[in-house]
């Protein structure tokens, strides 16, 4: 998630050498260039707000277009800077000396979809799978660069269940980084039995080798970050130290157990950052950490109890076969966002009449950010004095940064956003077949029952065309030839992948207007260069959880 | 469905019952009209199934005097599977039973019209086959050669006629093609129609509208038939309902096993060209691209048989008439692309429909005729394989000859029900197999093609460890049989690439079976063989047997007798092997395919006699065959027991103890006139005797053999196989078996009458077992060699 794409385009003019390929193979950046030439750059900065920033709005643009008034002279002239680079870009242009036409192929497309795919089966015992979840599937693809999503899997091993997560970052990736190493063990803590949380506490005392928590299903480029384990870790048992001490007695409920987790962790970040590190390079991390956001939907699987914890705008979504073998999609959260009347409402009850007017503009909390809900973000959290406090005591780069300094407009009577997320549980069913987890990359771009349709065809293998009936119509055997070669075609792309998410992804990017992967469409797409990425498409992050029926079927049956 | 409405307009018109009423409605008249004939008590014989089949039966038994016929319709005539036929009279079969049947059926219909008045839409276009390989040219130069034996009229052209004589065919990827000028285009309900105008007309009683619900069987012979308009006492029931045919043959008390399946086919029926084709211009089956194409009132109706067919019904829903199937062009998509390929100028014809219509098929693609083994009097005319209108006539006359003369003018075996037992009519089975049957029309037919699906159901306990020794198998009668052994180390073609009308490639390895079988042993399992048991208390199992076989069967307890079973004409009914146990017990042991086929004739030919035992036992023993000069030597070694010639002589039968299992029942035959043993174990001996005789037999360098080097054994010995080489038209002196007719044994004999008007006659006849020797053996040029026989 982008922080503005003016500052980025400033850092690194010297890619704008590469656009050129670009006028031939995108016809919408063509109709851009037009525009540029008159230099209406206010117009552009809305374009490409209006095409895909989403979460945090171009401050920069935003400024030039409605702010203008209050933006401090300093800003004004970053501003321009922008014009400088499109007029680089112009120039590039003019240096290509033949239009060539630059498509991906088919393979090069593959490795591109396919390169951060991942996929986990449970594994059997006895050839029996005792587990509800047969596996998922997960897989992103970038429009920042670098990615701002993250997405996270573990099963817990001192409690029974599964995690799965996604995040969207925004604002810089480093929150969402560290919800996504940090959040399952906040969770898997919180659903600890006293006993056991007694346990790894003796036996971080004495130095003992701890129990393991949770055993995480990674791809290869998921990292953790090294440098702040010791530091995240001494949070954690500050947590479960707490814990020990509040000892309720209580059986944990998961519910809460997600709540308590996610408030938990957002309280640490914005602890971190007020307290600082004597190391400089982790005090500048828990600062971006603190100053970025990002948004989470997790899902714990344990037998047929599905909980899901959301907090900002991605989603859950289950996939329903119905008994007619159609597929049907069930949400299972609430976006929090300004199209949710009910989240809306919640803000505006949280905050003196006086502000009213001013705390939700242009569908953003405060004019500029758009989940209502998220992790990090001290922006809105913080009083301005503890900003500016800080900031200014913090290192350079932070104070460098045009945004951190930034105060929102309007801004009386923080803490305007939260953390805390809403919790939705459900009782699988056995026409519960699986569970996507996205962010909002994939649901601007699909409907959800799409979504369920092309997961259910591709898990099941079964591709449901209506059948063709020539009926009255007048069609020749060669239209008729061409239809089905084409509808052939088409099915043949369903087993290109061998991941859910990556054929999901497929479509949210190449989908055309009949709702069937168009190559050349795909290609477009995924050659964009990454400055441009961005105005096309957020990055998707998508996770496919796999129900096992039977098992589920077989809990049924035992409750019965 | 217009063919439908030409089709009951006629059909009126032809009916003297209808002319009655002029002008009415005909929906509203069939259905409000009370039936205009009520049911008869009694008729001699009630035909089920008003479709091509059940009416050619009617014609023909009428034609030779049966006069007390009824045929009853659930629906209304020609309405199932006969009224979407695409009506290609096509002579061009690769057995040669079937093409006789067509050839008859082609004959029939061209003079239907004349002797009906029922336009039947004969025309005779010609068929031309197509040829994109050189493999395909040569099975189509099998069949042509064998339609040239029937003086069918055929030729084998070149692309450059082929193109003469159809416009519209591209021939660029064409290697040839075969002509069949006298094959012919008809309208399949209209030749329905006209068939039972004639029988109404020689007196058959045609009752629409009427279902049959069960067929009432009592001692094992048909009653009659319970309808829902009443009863009808007969003497024969002729099921002919097509795609119902099994479920009407389960739904009495006794079940009538029919094995058939219903596929889904589909074909195309286009808008007129804009210059009209012409209605003469010859049909089209290219093979390669799996489909045919006829001209169809100006266009073209084209279907095919495509690689994934789609079975239907597997569960048995009984609908009255075949309501429109859905169409579904995703699967008729392959075919389209192959029409377009082979006819390009098509691109711009209009489509007017794809018909899905659902079309039987059987097991092993051939046709079911015949009577039921365990019913008598219910006769079966089913599973036409999507080849009902051309094998229609014959296939009609030949069960009518059945019923009227007890067996029909040809040798039927081929399509005979009985060579099916109760194991082929699982749903599974048969949904299994017909998706494997159906692609088979069009595929290359090499000879010794095994089928694929439906396998692995009868298996000798021994199956784990042969196949661990790299057994090749093939299936009789759903028996598992090892065809040969491949040495490890030794690479054979998969099962695609393994096809080819030249040498194959395991042609060494079974060389080396026959040459261990010529100088050293070799073991068989020859578990599948059908293993009987006659028994009596007293002398009643021996009168009978003589009765019934041509050979002296009172001969010393513990000799073996080779004899034919032979029927009325002297014709081998069975071909087989019996010992005599005790005085009044024989063993009695038969090719694999006679289980149902000689159970059911010694069933009708012994007295009801409840001191006579007759006891199938092919599963309680294991056959292991052990063939070759060093035979007696591993036997001597494991039982301690002499066996040579003059303790244990040629063709004896002696129980004695193996290793240490006793009571096996070893007889010094090896049915290739090789020298050696068959020991019958008892199964749960099976395992320690085979291991036994395997580790004893190592220093006489015994191995593992299979059936292939078995018919090689028998082929050079002049070994006759029944069903291929024998069969019920075949006389021991055809074949130089004289010798095994003893006439003067008792004077009661079945086929006394045929010996004494043949008497004196001896040897004038040619040996039509020599065939073996030729290109083309008699009863079944598809499978050839192995799958027949034994």
């Known amino acids: 998630m982008c922080v503005c794409p003016g500052p980025r385009r400033i850092a690194i003019p010297v890619r704008s050498s590469r656009l050129p390929l670009l006028s031939d193979a995108m016809p919408a950046p063509a109709h851009l260039f037009p525009l540029i030439r008159n230099c209406e750059i206010s117009r552009i900065g809305s374009t490409a707000c209006y095409c895909h920033h989403k979460h945090l709005c171009c401050l920069s643009s935003h400024f030039a277009h409605s702010h203008f008034r209050y933006a401090p002279q300093k800003k004004f002239a970053a501003l321009y800077r922008p014009k400088e680079h499109f007029n680089n870009f112009i120039h590039a242009r003019d240096y290509a000396s033949t239009p060539q036409r630059f498509y991906l192929t088919p393979p090069q497309v593959n490795s591109i979809l396919k390169a951060n795919e991942y996929s986990f089966k449970v594994p059997e015992f006895d050839g029996k799978n005792v587990s509800s979840i047969l596996g998922f599937d997960s897989n992103q693809l970038p429009a920042n660069a670098p990615i701002e999503d993250r997405r996270s899997a573990a099963t817990c091993l001192q409690t029974r269940g599964m995690l799965l997560g996604v995040f969207d970052g925004h604002a810089g990736c480093a929150c969402a980084q560290a919800v996504s190493e940090r959040l399952f063990y906040y969770i898997a803590v919180s659903l600890l039995p006293h006993e056991t949380l007694l346990e790894i506490e003796n036996a971080v005392e004495s130095g003992r080798a701890l129990l393991p928590i949770l055993q995480w299903h990674k791809h290869p480029n998921d990292y953790f970050s090294k440098e702040a384990s010791k530091l995240y870790f001494n949070s954690l048992r500050t947590y479960w130290q707490e814990l020990i001490d509040l000892n309720s007695g209580e059986t944990t409920d998961v519910r809460e157990a997600l709540i308590n987790a996610f408030k938990r962790l957002d309280n640490d970040i914005s602890l971190e950052a007020q307290v600082g590190d004597p190391n400089s390079f982790l005090n500048y991390l828990v600062l971006r950490v603190a100053f970025s956001g990002s948004t989470a939907c997790v899902a714990h699987v344990d037998g047929v109890d599905l909980h899901i914890a959301n907090t900002g705008d991605s989603r859950a979504m289950l996939g329903v076969q119905e008994e007619d073998g159609s597929w049907s999609a069930v949400t299972l959260s609430y976006d929090h966002n300004a199209q949710n009347e009910h989240e809306v409402e919640r803000v505006k009850m949280e905050h003196p009449k006086s502000e009213e007017k001013s705390l939700v503009k242009q569908d953003r909390l405060l004019g500029l950010l758009m989940p209502f809900r998220a992790f990090g973000d001290v922006k809105f959290k913080w009083s301005i004095e503890l900003q500016k406090r800080v900031v200014e005591s913090g290192p350079d780069q932070l104070n460098d940064n045009e945004y951190t300094k930034f105060i929102p407009p309007n801004y009386y009577t923080p803490p305007y956003l939260t953390a805390e997320p809403e919790v939705i549980h459900h009782r699988l069913r056995p026409q519960d077949k699986f569970l996507v987890l996205a962010t909002d990359g994939l649901w601007e771009t699909m409907h959800r029952q799409d979504v369920a349709r092309i997961v259910g065809e591709y898990l099941t293998g079964v591709h449901h065309q209506q059948p063709i009936a020539v009926g009255g119509y007048k069609v020749t055997l060669g239209q008729m030839h061409g239809l089905l070669t084409e509808r052939r075609a088409r099915i043949s792309s369903v087993f290109e992948d061998q991941n859910a998410a990556t054929h999901l992804i497929r479509h949210a990017v190449g989908n055309n207007e009949f709702g069937t992967v168009d190559h050349e469409r795909l290609s477009k797409m995924l050659s964009l260069p990454e400055e441009l990425a961005r105005m096309y498409r957020d990055d998707i992050t998508i996770i496919v959880v796999q129900f096992n029926s039977h098992v589920i079927g077989a809990y049924q049956n035992e409750e019965l | ?790």
């Open chain 2, 1 to 790: 469905m217009f063919l439908r409405l030409l089709s009951d307009i006629q059909w009126r018109a032809a009916h003297p019952k209808w002319r009655r009423m002029p002008g009415s409605q005909r929906s509203a008249s069939t259905s409000a009209e009370p039936h205009p004939l009520s049911l008869p008590a009694q008729a001699q014989v009630v035909i089920c199934g008003g479709g091509i089949m059940g009416t050619s039966v009617a014609y023909h038994l009428s034609k030779m005097g049966f006069k007390d016929i009824v045929l009853l319709e659930q629906g209304r005539l020609a309405a199932g599977t006969t009224r979407f036929c695409a009506g290609i009279v096509s002579t061009a079969r690769p057995m040669s039973i079937e093409l006789k049947m067509a050839h008859y059926s082609n004959k029939l219909y061209q003079q239907l019209e004349q002797e009906t008045g029922v336009q039947t839409g004969y025309m005779k276009t010609g068929s031309i086959s197509l040829a994109q390989t050189q493999d395909r040219l040569i099975s189509l130069k099998r069949i042509a050669s064998s339609l040239n034996v029937m003086g069918i009229p055929c030729e084998i052209i070149s692309p450059k006629k082929v193109s003469q004589l159809h416009p519209l065919i591209n021939i660029h990827d064409l290697v040839g093609a075969m002509y069949v000028p006298e094959d012919a285009l008809v309208s399949s309900a209209n030749v329905s129609l006209a068939l039972a105008t004639a029988a109404s007309r020689n007196g058959v009683q045609i009752h629409e509208r009427t279902s049959v619900s069960h067929v009432t069987i009592q001692k094992g012979r048909v009653t009659g038939v319970e309808t829902d308009r009443g009863r009808i006492q007969c003497e024969f029931f002729v099921n002919c309902a097509g795609q119902w045919a099994y479920e009407l043959g389960h739904s009495g008390e006794e079940p009538v096993h029919i094995p058939v399946h219903a596929c889904e086919h589909f074909y195309l029926l286009t808008h007129p060209l804009q210059e009209p084709l012409s209605n003469s211009l010859p049909t089209v089956v290219d093979p390669d691209g799996r489909i045919y194409i006829r001209n169809w009132q100006g266009g073209i109706l084209s279907g095919g048989f495509e690689k994934n067919p789609k079975p239907l019904f597997t569960e048995g829903r009984n609908q009255l008439e075949i309501q429109n199937l859905q169409e579904d062009w995703d699967h008729f998509g392959p075919l389209l692309s192959a029409l377009l390929r082979r006819m390009p100028g098509l691109e711009a014809l209009q489509i007017m429909q794809l018909v899905n219509c659902p079309e039987s098929f059987t097991p092993d693609m051939r046709c079911i005729m015949g009577e039921s083994p365990t019913a008598r009097g219910y006769f079966v005319l089913a599973g036409m394989n999507s080849a009902g209108i051309s094998y229609g006539g014959g296939a009609g006359k030949y069960l009518a000859e059945w019923i009227v003369n007890g067996y029909p003018s040809e040798n039927v075996w081929p399509l005979d029900l009985k060579r099916f037992g109760t194991l082929q009519s699982s749903r599974t089975f048969l949904r299994h197999r017909v998706m494997e049957v159906m692609p088979l029309m069009y595929d290359l037919k090499v000879p010794r093609w095994d089928f694929q699906t439906g396998r692995q159901l009868r298996t000798s306990p021994l199956y784990d460890r042969l196949d661990a020794q790299g057994a090749r198998w093939m299936e009789k009668h759903g028996f598992e049989r090892v065809k040969y052994f491949v040495p490890p180390g030794s690479d054979l073609l998969d099962l695609d690439h393994s096809k080819t009308f030249y040498k194959p490639d395991w042609f060494d390895i079974v060389g080396a079976e026959v040459k261990c079988c010529k100088e050293a042993v070799c073991v068989i399992d020859m578990s599948s063989f059908t293993k009987f048991e006659i028994s009596s208390t007293g002398d009643q199992a021996l009168e009978n047997l003589q009765y019934l076989f041509s050979n002296d069967l009172d001969v010393p307890v513990g000799h073996v007798v080779h004899t034919g079973m032979l029927n009325e004409k002297g014709g081998y009914e069975n071909d087989c092997s019996i010992a005599r146990l005790s005085k009044r017990s024989f063993f009695m042991i038969s090719p694999t395919d006679q289980q149902v086929h000689c159970w059911a004739w010694l069933k009708n030919h012994l007295p009801d006699d409840s001191n006579l035992v007759l006891e199938d036992v092919t599963w309680k023993y294991t056959a292991l065959n052990l063939i070759g000069p060093r035979a007696v030597d591993v036997l001597s070694e494991l039982s301690y027991a002499p066996m040579t010639a003059e303790h244990f002589p040629s063709l004896f039968c002696k129980e004695m103890s193996v290793g240490y299992a006793n009571g096996i029942r070893v007889m010094s035959i090896t049915h290739t006139g090789e020298p050696g043993f068959v020991l019958y174990i008892p199964i749960e001996y099976a395992l320690h005797v085979y291991n036994e005789v395997m580790n004893m037999g190592q220093k006489y360098g015994i191995r593992n053999a299979g059936y292939y080097a078995l018919r090689s054994l028998r082929i050079e010995k002049f070994f006759a196989f029944w069903g291929q080489d024998l069969d019920a038209f075949t006389t021991p002196m055809e074949c130089g078996r004289e010798f095994q007719v003893k006439l003067d044994k008792v004077h009661h004999l079945l086929h006394r009458v045929w010996w004494e008007s043949r008497t004196g006659l001896k040897g004038c006849q040619p040996s039509r077992w020599m065939c073996l020797y030729g290109a083309v053996c008699s009863s079944c040029n598809i499978y050839s060699c192995t799958s027949a026989g034994c």
